[in-house]
Structure formats: structure tokens, C-alpha cells
């Protein structure tokens, strides 16, 4: 249940994003729990046990999926000129919004 939950949130963003007619782009944080455990303790945003739950039900973007692309990875080191420029490029550049499905389209 907990993926079934995680695809839909994912696909619920893309169908938004394509019945808007508007580009979107996946950005993974791509960090393990302890890093974010970590992080956490910097800025105390979370409780502990919040954030060992939501590590422990965490499934990463799958760029085969069409709501989950385009995807970018972000390390720990942060955020790379290059990824940034991609990530425009993305939204705003390329301006490819999801196609709508054809059953979907009015005459």
C-alpha cells in the first residue's frame, strides 16, 4: 500500500502538471538516511522519529516513468551549475509539456 501510495502522488503531480499544460521536472535529493537524520538535528525542523519513518517509506523517482521524468539527482555536495542549467532547460527552455492521451482530447 505504501508504494500504491507513492505512485499515485507521483502520477497525481504529472496529470496536474499535463492538464495545465505546463513542463515539471523531478528533483531527487539523493542522500541516505543518516545524512538526513543529520541534517535535521542541524535545523531541528522534525522530530527524529518522523524523519527515520519517512526514510524508511521513502521510494526514489524511477526516470522509466513517465511522471518521474525528466529527473535530476542532487548529491550531497549540493546543487551543480550543470543540473541547474538542465533543470531550467526542462521547465523552461524546452517548454515540453506532457502530451495529452488522446481519449482525453476534445474535438
Known amino acids: 500500500k505504501q508504494w500504491y501510495q507513492r505512485r499515485v502522488r507521483g502520477?497525481?503531480?504529472f496529470c496536474i502538471?499535463?492538464?495545465f499544460k505546463t513542463p515539471h521536472c523531478v528533483v531527487h535529493t539523493a542522500v541516505d538516511g543518516e545524512?538526513?537524520?543529520k541534517w535535521n538535528e542541524t535545523c531541528q525542523h522534525y522530530?527524529?522519529?518522523l524523519v527515520d519513518e519517512l526514510v524508511m517509506r521513502f521510494e526514489a523517482p524511477n526516470s522509466r516513468q513517465r511522471w518521474d521524468n525528466p529527473c535530476f539527482e542532487v548529491g550531497k555536495e549540493?546543487?551543480?551549475g550543470q543540473t541547474l542549467e538542465d533543470i531550467d532547460n526542462a521547465l523552461f527552455t524546452s517548454g515540453a509539456a506532457p502530451r495529452p492521451n488522446q481519449s482525453t482530447l476534445s474535438p
Do not use: A
Open 17 to 19: 502538471s499535463k492538464n
Open 11 to 13: 502520477y497525481e503531480l
Open 35 to 37: 545524512t538526513c537524520s
Open 47 to 49: 522530530r527524529p522519529e
Open 78 to 80: 549540493g546543487i551543480t
